[in-house]
């Protein structure tokens, strides 16, 4: 069986962050472990508490990790300070696995989770990772990033690594389409699913770059695992329990029979 691991937050709620990761793990058939940055309290209505670890304990944890499992891929989350940042990076830069880096440090609401200066720090693990994952709001912070203006994937298209750019609702021939969009140097590849209208959203960005992981560590290319995320992300949404006051989880264990299903 292959192991993954994922270097996030925790959610007390279960929907997003280490749990969400490690449900989507699961889903594809993959042993998950976990490296946990910082502690949230929260539901789905939003977060009241924070605590982060100490970077000493992050590094014990992932040590610990990798001392005693062969990982063959990282997904990348939250990681709230310099400190934390840097202690990954220390971990990450000499390995030769594939690596997805969930930016998270905008919310899908557009309010600021990390200071300006951590942020500029989170930009130099783009060297060491294979994919980074920012939803709109994070690209235009760490880019320069418009919906439609060509200039602004200018620096973009020189990073090392791929990114793809999550979650534009766009109208095709009358059908509201979910539309991601990858870019590597001049290339550029897009990934759509049907927009699903509901409220059950909690936590869709952390599943999505761990199934990317998980499909990574089976083998696949870039393309096929952000294909095989993305139709997994549709059915975990449309498949979602409904339960929650707020933004409620999406279904992983569903979407993960069904993904196999269509696979036999």
């Not at 910082?38 to 982060?52: E, K, R, S, Y």
């Not at 499992?69 to 709230?80: H, N, P, Q, T, V």
């Not at 793809?164 to 897009?190: A, F, Q």
């Not at 761990?210 to 560590?217: D, M």
């Amino acid at each position: 069986m292959k192991v993954v691991l994922s270097i996030a937050g925790s959610d007390s709620s279960g929907g997003a962050g280490i749990q969400a990761d490690l449900k989507t793990f699961e889903a594809f058939g993959l042993f998950g472990c976990s490296a946990i940055t910082v502690l949230t309290a929260q539901n789905t209505t939003g977060v009241t508490d924070i605590f982060p670890v100490s970077p000493t304990f992050l590094k014990n944890q992932i040590k610990a990790v990798f001392d005693d499992f062969d990982i063959s891929a990282i997904k990348i989350g939250m990681l709230y300070s310099n400190e934390i940042i840097d202690t990954v990076k220390s971990f990450i830069k000499n390995l030769n696995i594939p690596i997805v880096l969930d930016p998270v440090f905008i919310s899908k609401a557009g309010s600021n989770l990390l200071n300006d200066d951590t942020i500029e720090n989170l930009k130099t693990l783009f060297s060491f990772v294979s994919v980074i994952t920012p939803n709109q709001y994070e690209a235009n912070r760490l880019f320069g990033y418009k919906i439609g203006d060509i200039d602004s994937l200018d620096e973009i298209l020189t990073l090392p690594c791929r990114v793809v750019i999550k979650n534009h609702k766009i109208e095709i021939n009358n059908n509201i389409r979910s539309i991601d969009t990858m870019y590597h140097g001049r290339e550029k590849s897009v990934f759509d699913t049907p927009f699903i209208e509901n409220n059950n959203y909690h936590g869709t960005g952390c599943s999505f770059s761990s199934a990317i992981t998980a499909n990574l560590a089976l083998g696949k290319s870039i393309e096929e695992s952000i294909k095989e995320a993305k139709k997994f992300i549709y059915c975990a949404i449309k498949n979602a329990p409904k339960i929650g006051h707020g933004s409620g989880p999406i279904g992983h264990k569903v979407a993960g029979e069904i993904c196999l299903m269509e696979k036999n």
